[in-house]
């Protein structure tokens, strides 16, 4: 096929009038295109008046090296192959690898190890999607938490309770491998070719059942609510894992992808004597504002026609400190995101419509290791726990959520109040500076004003802030060498975001993905 780029078609664009230009690109009459595929496409909306889609299409014609010789260059080239190409062999391993956590990274070592006929046993602590859900919606509507099953901990991992994002820096082609399992189990389509892609909590909640279902029928297995507690390890090497029922699990290959909030598993590693180092990351708040307001400061008059805004903002302080949104949830919702008893935490979440009042983003500032206080390993996550405690009397001490107005933070009175918090199971008017430290609460206070010069409103009085995001990455690496494998035992793969390797959903699987390949190698025979 043929890839042309840089095609741009007004809102109200159809299909034909694509189909039209790629044709003209080509030099081509439109009957001359068999078959036209969407590989991407993208607003454009940096003039407000002249807002627009960007496509890059791969076309199928009659005689394409005779035209490619013709059109080829800057725009026109051979549409490059992203198929996933297994590695070929055959493997004999004395045991069947385990996979502890069933969040993406765990979920796509499973599938690949499952497709490649190695057959995974599976082991999350927490449950499956389904008990997950009414585990959470108890805690959201009552505030009872369950610290085995809720946001952090089952199914799918954390990101199955946010928004779905897709969105990923890195440029492996086995992010093409991702989407289009995804979109094998369910998901929408269009995350094929949308250049900001996202599925939705309500519908990724079915996607990961379905991937489950596909590991069993491959031959895998999974066990939810089966906590490991102890990896057994001798002369160097794996040579099983432990549940917290006692039972032990025999096996020389581990992939370790436990999330972020492992925090338990964590510390027994380090009392084990694994390789842990700390790594910088990044904490602050969720800041609240209405969806229209976002809608009419990208779009303008053109915003009803289009799917709701997004927004990406970045500062750097004069003081050198990075302040950033993140994970921003158009039409969304503030959740209780909390794991452990007297902590509390927050994140965002969006439903596949994006329609509800507010927009929210986290709001987050840099944190270097030379602010936790401590050379400790795991200093960066007594760091965490220490504002989620905070975060968590403030509230009330009953997983109410702490919330200032950025009118009050920035010291400026609101007049009017339309913003209303959506964070459940409640929340309670604070002062933010009675929980984050001087850096943090000074970085916020000059980002916030000059965010809102390249985004109109978003220093608007009555917007929320509500505390504390603290989850947006681990704050440890779990080291490992170029074998995936950790120094510290050979056969220990530490894996995904959990284990410092990743950031968001694509990334951890593809990180999976990248670890059953090792384990596969290391099997495969000569």
């Known amino acids: 096929m043929i890839r042309i780029t840089d095609l741009k078609l007004p809102i109200h664009g159809t299909e034909e009038q694509l189909k039209k230009k790629a044709a003209r690109a080509l030099g081509l009459p439109m009957e001359a295109i068999v078959e036209l595929q969407v590989f991407r496409r993208s607003i454009d909306a940096r003039k407000k008046d002249q807002i627009h889609y960007v496509y890059v299409v791969d076309v199928l014609v009659k005689d394409e090296k005779k035209i490619l010789a013709k059109t080829k260059g800057k725009n026109i080239t051979v549409t490059p192959d992203f198929s996933y190409s297994f590695i070929q062999g055959k493997i004999k391993c004395n045991y069947r690898p385990v996979v502890v956590g069933f969040g993406p990274a765990g979920m796509f070592a499973a599938l690949l190890l499952a497709e490649m006929g190695i057959?995974?046993?599976?082991?999350?602590?927490?449950?499956?999607?389904?008990?997950?859900?009414?585990?959470?919606?108890?805690?959201?509507?009552?505030?009872?938490?369950?610290?085995?099953?809720?946001?952090?901990?089952?199914?799918?991992?954390?990101?199955?309770?946010?928004?779905?994002?897709?969105?990923?820096?890195?440029?492996?082609?086995?992010?093409?491998?991702?989407?289009?399992?995804?979109?094998?189990?369910?998901?929408?389509?269009?995350?094929?070719?949308?250049?900001?892609?996202?599925?939705?909590?309500?519908?990724?909640?079915?996607?990961?059942?379905?991937?489950?279902?596909?590991?069993?029928?491959?031959?895998?297995?999974?066990h939810f609510f089966a906590k490991v507690t102890d990896?057994?390890?001798?002369?160097?090497?794996?040579?099983?894992?432990?549940?917290?029922?006692?039972?032990?699990?025999?096996?020389?290959?581990?992939?370790?992808?436990?999330?972020?909030?492992?925090?338990?598993?964590?510390?027994?590693?380090?009392?084990?004597?694994?390789?842990?180092?700390?790594?910088?990351?990044?904490?602050?708040?969720?800041?609240?504002?209405?969806?229209?307001?976002?809608?009419?400061?990208?779009?303008?008059?053109?915003?009803?026609?289009?799917?709701?805004?997004?927004?990406?903002?970045?500062?750097?302080?004069?003081?050198?400190?990075?302040?950033?949104?993140?994970?921003?949830?158009?039409?969304?919702?503030?959740?209780?995101?909390?794991?452990?008893?007297?902590?509390?935490?927050?994140?965002?979440?969006?439903?596949?419509s994006r329609d509800g009042e507010n927009a929210n983003s986290a709001l987050l500032v840099q944190v270097f290791p030379e602010d936790f206080g401590s050379d400790h390993p795991l200093a960066g996550m007594h760091f965490q726990r220490k504002l989620e405690e905070k975060s968590f009397q403030a509230g009330g001490g009953n997983y109410a959520a702490p919330v200032q107005r950025v009118?009050?933070?920035?010291?400026?009175?609101?007049?009017?109040?339309?913003?209303?918090?959506?964070?459940?199971?409640?929340?309670?008017?604070?002062?933010?500076?009675?929980?984050?430290?001087?850096?943090?609460?000074e970085a916020m206070r000059e980002a916030i004003p000059a965010m809102a010069k390249k985004l109109k409103g978003f220093d608007r009085a009555d917007a929320v802030l509500t505390a504390v995001e603290s989850r947006s990455s681990s704050p440890i690496r779990i080291l490992r060498g170029e074998n995936g494998e950790s120094p510290w035992a050979e056969g220990l793969y530490p894996t995904g975001e959990g284990a410092g390797y990743a950031g968001g959903i694509v990334s951890a699987a593809v990180d999976g993905i990248s670890v059953a390949e090792k384990i596969f190698t290391k099997y495969k025979q000569q």
């Open 119 to 222: 057959k995974p046993i599976v082991v999350e602590r927490g449950g499956d999607v389904e008990s997950r859900h009414k585990a959470i919606e108890g805690f959201w509507k009552e505030g009872k938490l369950d610290t085995e099953n809720n946001v952090q901990f089952g199914e799918g991992g954390a990101g199955t309770f946010s928004d779905g994002k897709l969105t990923t820096r890195i440029k492996d082609p086995r992010c093409r491998k991702v989407l289009e399992e995804l979109v094998e189990a369910g998901a929408p389509e269009e995350i094929l070719y949308d250049a900001k892609p996202h599925i939705g909590t309500d519908l990724l909640r079915g996607v990961v059942q379905r991937i489950r279902e596909k590991i069993i029928s491959l031959g895998g297995e999974i």
């Open 231 to 352: 990896i057994v390890v001798e002369s160097g090497k794996v040579q099983g894992v432990i549940l917290a029922d006692g039972k032990t699990i025999v096996t020389n290959d581990v992939v370790l992808a436990i999330g972020h909030s492992a925090r338990d598993t964590f510390e027994m590693l380090h009392e084990k004597g694994a390789s842990l180092e700390q790594k910088p990351f990044a904490m602050g708040v969720r800041i609240e504002h209405p969806q229209k307001m976002i809608d009419d400061a990208q779009y303008g008059a053109t915003a009803e026609n289009l799917p709701p805004a997004d927004y990406r903002l970045t500062y750097t302080t004069q003081k050198g400190r990075g302040v950033y949104t993140f994970c921003m949830c158009p039409g969304g919702y503030v959740v209780a995101a909390a794991s452990e008893e007297g902590r509390l935490a927050v994140n965002g979440m969006s439903e596949y």
């Open 407 to 441: 009118g009050a933070f920035l010291q400026r009175k609101a007049e009017t109040l339309e913003v209303s918090p959506t964070y459940l199971p409640g929340t309670k008017e604070v002062d933010l500076d009675a929980i984050f430290p001087a850096f943090m609460t």
